[in-house]
């Protein structure tokens, strides 16, 4: 395998059922251990000195997604508009978690943190159950280095915002998270109905993986979809809030 192939993820790279083996196991447990780590360690210094730590992972990320962007500009030899928008953008829904963290990161309001971990850490749960990129080749080429990094981080960086005081779950507060989740659902059907740059983001339109999973007619599953995301996004605020008035109690 010469240099260029492992780059441009061109060498023959036989499908293999890597889900829930070793390096995906090796990759939670890793992932598990920096969390815990970094808290431990960083959970009571200053301001700065987390933020440091958030920038790290962060720099990575964009090293990667750059990076990648690079690669497949090089590498392509469609130069059509609706092409360079699909390398240029971020189009899954991981793809927007990864750069939602560095947002966050940038931006550095609380809201913006509430808003990627929120939705970073429902991205990489549902890919870190069952990875469909990144452990199921016989080589880890650079694409499956680029899936499997980039996923752990955001995972890493959306616990860390919580664990690490950046986050502030509060309802009198969330209508800042809803004008980011309006502003992204604007993306979403852009790229999907205008740009026409990915089919399915989220997994919410008919006859998608996780629908095929669960076996369950369109109408209920899109039912029970958007139950679930109201459940998801509240837990956020209850845990929080509900610590909140328990402080206030104890006083």
């Known amino acids: 395998m010469r240099f260029i ?16 083996g070793a390096l995906h196991i090796i990759t939670l447990i890793l992932c598990l251990a920096i969390v815990v780590t970094s808290t431990l ?5 200053s301001s700065k000195a987390r933020r440091i730590f958030i920038w790290v992972l962060a720099a990575v990320i964009i090293i990667f997604e750059v990076a ?7 590498k392509t030899t469609d130069y059509s508009t609706n092409n360079i928008l699909r390398i240029l953008l971020p189009r899954p829904g991981c793809a927007i978690s990864c750069w939602l963290v560095v947002i966050a990161t940038i931006v550095n309001k609380k809201f913006m943190y509430n808003f990627a971990s929120i939705i970073g850490i429902i991205c990489a749960v549902i890919f870190f159950a069952y990875p469909g990129v990144g452990f199921n080749n016989e080589y880890i080429l650079f694409e499956n280095l680029y899936s499997i990094v980039t996923h752990s981080l955001f995972l890493v960086l959306c616990i860390c915002f919580i664990t690490l005081r950046f986050t502030d779950f509060r309802y009198k507060n969330c209508w800042k998270e809803g004008v980011c989740l309006l502003v992204m659902a604007v993306y979403v059907v852009l ?20 629908q095929e999973i669960v076996g369950l007619g369109y109408g209920i599953f899109v039912t029970l979809y958007v139950a679930f995301l109201l459940l998801y996004f509240n ?5 929080n809030d509900r610590k909140l008035v328990f402080k206030k109690k104890s006083k």
């Open 5 to 20: 192939e492992w780059l441009y993820s061109s060498y023959p790279n036989p499908h293999v059922d890597g889900q829930w």
């Open 68 to 74: 990648r962007r690079v690669i497949n500009l090089c």
């Open 235 to 239: 837990a956020f605020y209850l845990i």
């Open 191 to 210: 790229e999907m109905f205008v740009l026409k740059i990915e089919s399915d983001p989220f997994y919410f339109m008919p006859g998608n993986d996780v």
């Open 41 to 45: 360690l960083l959970r009571n210094k």
